[in-house]
């Protein structure tokens, strides 16, 4: 037992993404942030990605992209534990996630998390509390950051949403940070970040517009998520 | 029956086996921290208010504005009755021997009324609740503005007792959501949200996480809470005991007839959980806008309070009022492993 619970634990330790993998990953990660835009959805792309390179019957090492609320089915479809899908899987996403999607990562053991620009308001990765390293031994693992990944054009492409969503407004970055982050109530919670500028959180929208405008949101991300998938393979 | 009317006194009604406790900011409960500086004796107890206007004019003091510049002397006895605050330590001037020639400049401020220097030891930032205002005081005076209702709750006599009747209902039925949920051999913990201007539970859930690691009790109530209002993500239909007061009037409101008044999901309504939320869970009530929360036992890794508080975490934008001792006695034997 000792020495598999070894060999895991070494792996995890070194277990991270290279130059290549963020490079690519994050491409799509902010592909979809794109497409998002596109469709006049909050531009914030976010994918899991699952490298299993142990079992290496195959010639090429195998690259699966799960988003998390499918996680847990994938898993169970096939038989293999969540656990250790987990700790072989990084999440890319163009955005840092907020406070309590850092913690729900934890809590899924996910090693590693490759961001684009931090979020000032919201942070869970150091910007406003540092969930990540931080020592809370009950709730889940932590987890490895890497920051900076294009984060301009992460920031540029929320400025434009917030322009299109607002107008009239006032587009400093300051307001811009000003967003809601909503990712509460998606069930898939992780893998779409949720962005609303703040008109759209006063009382003239309710959270139930926006579970729906998630809703879309979701279906689109899943649609990509296949459309990704099948260009893998 | 005589032992049930025991039971029924343990269990419901006996709301003095407990008390709540605010869980206050960072800063209203760490101690407000100390600095030295440099007080003199006031000799001549009529140079004081020249004295008080010259040295302030020298050593303003900035950032200090919560101190008192003066105080009766502490020693009984003293010739001199007042000593007066001169400088911080870091503001006086480099001094071979400290004399009071030395700290003032001789145009500034005349020193004819003062003696000598000696070292104090002042409060760094102003005291926020009586507590830190009282130890404070120990070291030198200094102004506070008291918020009577930081004070009461600090005594644990903010809630009456027909609302802590009320709010022992409430978590009694938490309690009973996680003895179901330790039942089922999850973690014991259960949560009720509360409309507190209508007094009706809106959800009550229990930890699930064997199902999915993320349904810890808060995130179930949530969801039913999102549910009630014809929204939330999940079913937990499978659980009796996660419930949602999902009445036919939800279903005949119109979507955008109560919209305007319930902009986020949980907007006034208070949590009552038997321990204390984890930071995905806490942070969860800061995006659906919790007026208040209340729980019985503190946990190792909570975030309202132990670990972070995040209720009251500055660049948030939105901050409630957390307190706990709820039910301890009864929360905390939730822990305790049942011998079956
Ligand atoms: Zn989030
Ligand atoms: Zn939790």
Known sequence: MGTEEESRAASAESFHPSNEDIEKWMASAFDMAKDALENGEVPVGCLMVYNISEPKPSPFEMFYMVALDQLLDWCHHRNLDVKSVCKQTV????????????????????????????????????????????????????????????????????????????????????????????????????????????????????WRHLCYKYTLCRASFQHHFLETLHKQF | ??????????????????VPYPV?????????????????PILDKKETSRLVRELNSVYPLSGLQHIKRVRVCQKEGSPHPLEVLVCRVSDAPDMKVISIDSLLPSDGVRCNGLGEPFVVKV????????????????????????????????????????????????????????????????????????????????????DCRADHPLHH?????????ARSQGGGCYSFDRYPACLTSLTSDAFHNEPDTDASSQPYICTGYDLYVTREPCVMCAMALVHSRIGRVFYGNTAADGALGTKFRVHSQKDLNHHFEVYRGILSKQCEDLNVPTAT
């Not at chain 1, 899924?108 to 390293?133: A, K, Q, T």
């Not at chain 1, 509460?184 to 500028?197: G, K, M, Q, R, T």
């Not at chain 2, 503005?145 to 009461?152: F, G």
């Not at chain 2, 709750?153 to 022992?168: N, V």
């Open chain 1, 91 to 206: 999440l890319y996403v163009t955005v840092e996630p907020c406070i309590m999607c850092a913690a729900a990562l934890r809590l899924f053991n996910i090693p590693v998390v490759v961001y684009g620009c931090r979020n000032e308001r919201f942070g869970g990765c150091g910007s406003v509390l540092d969930v990540s390293s931080a020592d809370l031994p009950q709730t889940g693992t932590t987890f490895k950051v890497c920051v900076g990944h294009r984060a301009e054009e992460a920031v540029e492409m929320l400025k434009t949403f917030y322009k299109q969503e607002n107008p009239n407004g006032d587009q400093t970055i300051s307001s811009l940070l000003q967003i809601f982050f909503l990712c509460i109530f998606s069930p898939p919670f992780l893998f779409v970040f949720f962005f609303v500028p703040p008109p759209f959180t006063s009382s003239n929208i309710s």
């Open chain 2, 217 to 225: 009790a808060v995130m179930v109530c949530i969801d039913l809470v």
């Open chain 2, 1 to 18: 029956m005589e032992p049930q009317t025991k039971r029924w006194k343990g269990s419901v009604c006996d709301t003095d086996s407990w």
């Open chain 2, 123 to 206: 409060p760094a930032r102003p005291p926020l609740t009586r507590p830190q205002f009282e130890l404070a005081s120990k070291h030198w005076p200094t102004s506070f503005h008291e918020d009577k209702q930081v004070t009461v709750a600090l005594r644990g006599e903010l809630f009456s007792p027909p609302q802590k009747a009320a709010m022992h209902a409430y978590m009694m039925s938490a309690v009973a959501a996680a003895r179901a949920a330790k039942k089922m051999g999850m973690e014991p913990v259960g949560a009720v949200v509360v409309d507190p201007s209508t007094e009706r539970i809106i959800a009550v859930g229990h």
């Open chain 2, 24 to 40: 206050l900011s960072d800063e209203q409960s760490q101690e407000v921290g100390l600095i030295e500086a440099f007080a003199a």
